[in-house]
């Protein structure tokens, strides 16, 4: 299992402060957390920042970064400012 945690909006939308997945890729798991907590989600989960363990799925395998159990995927809204 891999434990999903929400941050800032994300958490405000989903009404939850994350939740666990058995998902083998961060393109799944953001595809599954979309279905559990609706369109209205969707386009801040496709510009989130994700991290896996602390990582920058950037510096990963972006999307195709493959999760094993026991990972923790921090999702944070894009962030806006002035």
């Known amino acids: 299992m891999v434990t999903v945690k929400f941050f800032a909006s994300l958490r405000r939308a989903s009404g939850v402060t994350g ?7 961060v393109a799944e798991l953001l595809k ?9 989600m969707a386009a801040s989960l496709k510009a989130c920042t994700v991290l896996v363990n602390g990582r920058n799925i950037h510096f990963l395998k972006g999307r195709r970064t493959r999760l094993e159990d026991g990972d ?3 999702l944070f809204p894009p ?3 002035g």
Not at 19 to 25: D, I
Not at 32 to 40: H, N
Request: charged share 30%; proline share 5%; no cysteine.
């Open 19 to 25: 939740y666990k997945s058995e998902a083998r890729s």
């Open 32 to 40: 599954e957390a979309e279905k559990l907590y609706g369109p209205g």
């Open 72 to 74: 923790e995927v921090a």
């Open 79 to 81: 962030l806006g400012g």
